[in-house]
């Protein structure tokens, strides 16, 4: 069975960091795209950041883009999400996902984890 399980998630000030774990069982992602989307209360899943199997390809929404950092481990099987200087409008669950493509961006994800929770207090 493959799963996708996130861990990292919790309560924080606004102004702090967290740093989200997606680490994959049943099967090997290392050569396949990876990304974090994000759900908040009320609202639709959005994108948030991909990463590619070639650790030098990263795609950030423009929200996160300065403040959040993704990237991987592939010896692991383990992707990152970097979250720094949370906002409370980053509460969210986070998800993360895996494409079967080496390159996904956005869109096209097949596998997704449970979810995590985040939430930025002010």
């Known amino acids: 069975q493959v799963q996708l399980i996130e861990s990292g998630g919790g309560l924080v000030q606004a102004g702090d960091s967290l740093r989200l774990s997606c680490t994959a069982s049943g099967r090997t992602f290392s050569r396949n795209a990876m990304g974090w989307f994000r759900q908040a209360p009320g609202k639709e899943r959005e994108f948030v950041a991909s990463i590619g199997w070639n650790v030098g390809v990263t795609l950030h929404t423009d929200s996160v883009k300065g403040r959040f950092t993704i990237s991987r481990d592939n010896a692991k099987d383990t992707v990152y999400l970097q979250m720094n200087s949370l906002e409370p409008e980053d509460t969210a669950v986070y998800y993360c996902?895996?494409?079967?493509?080496?390159?996904?961006?956005?869109?096209?994800?097949?596998?997704w984890g449970q979810g995590t929770q985040v939430t930025v207090l002010s």
């Open positions: 996902a895996a494409c079967s493509s080496s390159w996904c961006g956005k869109s096209g994800y097949e596998y």
